[in-house]
């Protein structure tokens, strides 16, 4: 005769079903995270090699402060080169073309482990527009029409980092010239020589913790910066201040390694 199942067997079933969840869960979540962590790498590469070619098509000069153009944004300066001829058009050619804006912004220009990136903030134009952006400019680099050829070498030299694209009470959005830079020469924001911080950057910093001086770190790993030459680097949480800013300052003769 076939007996059904006690309380206890039950119990014990439903106990091993939950071990291996919580067994499983961590992976997948690590899985996931790994998966956007490429996907961000390879839009930083994106915006890098569009930056490159820019500059071939611009006799050398990157997209600076003074590109000689209506915009004065890199990120908006590069946008026909990803694909983003229209907005690039919008965005140089009517001063209030924030306001049509795509309500998706430019996928590319966020980092999908940014925890802001889905925040409502003060300077939000209309409902849904995203005009911020986790991808930060080398104010070291995109001013003063520099160009392509970098002094200390462009695998050395960081071109775009990341930071929150809400921090504090900052927003960082691309159509504005307030900009999107992590280092601002001119201000002392976050400068090696005007400014000495403690530490490189920030790594995962709680949204009541972030500083706008400071570039910001979203995943674990560390901080993704996209260098002169098109490549990708990972700087880690403990990486020596004084690599990382070798790595910031195009001309400081400085020999940046880890």
């Not at 071990?19 to 930083?44: D, M, Y």
């Not at 309500?103 to 925890?115: I, Q, R």
Request: net charge negative; glycine share 10%; hydrophobic share 40%.
């Amino acid at each position: 005769m076939r007996r059904g199942s006690s309380l206890v067997e039950l119990l014990i079933v439903l106990g091993i079903i939950a071990l291996l969840i919580g067994l499983i869960l961590p992976a997948v979540q690590a899985v996931r995270t790994h998966a956007l962590e490429v996907s961000h790498c390879n839009n930083l590469k994106q915006i890098d090699l569009a930056t490159i070619h820019f500059a071939e098509t611009n006799n050398g000069f990157l997209p600076g402060k003074y590109a000689g153009t209506p915009a004065k944004e890199a990120l908006i300066l590069i946008l026909p080169y990803l694909e983003q001829s229209a907005l690039y058009r919008a965005f140089t050619g009517n001063p209030l073309a924030l306001l049509d804006a795509p309500k998706s912004g430019v996928g590319m220009y966020f980092n999908p482990l940014d925890p802001s990136r889905s925040a409502i903030g003060k300077s939000s134009f209309g409902a849904g527009v995203n005009v911020r952006a986790s991808i930060a400019d080398n104010s070291f680099v995109f001013s003063d029409q520099p160009t392509i050829t970098i002094p200390d070498g462009n695998s050395n030299t960081i071109f775009f980092g990341e930071h929150y694209s809400i921090c504090g009470e900052t927003e960082f959005l691309f159509p504005r010239y307030t900009g999107t830079y992590f280092a601002d020469r001119y201000t002392g924001q976050a400068s090696p020589s005007m400014n000495p911080l403690p530490a490189a950057f920030q790594h995962r910093p709680r949204a009541s913790e972030c500083d706008p001086n400071y570039a910001q770190a979203a995943g674990r790993s560390g901080l993704y910066c996209a260098m002169g030459d098109g490549s990708v680097r990972l700087f880690a949480p403990t990486v020596d201040r004084a690599v990382f800013w070798a790595a910031v300052t195009p001309a400081g003769g400085e020999a940046s390694g880890e």
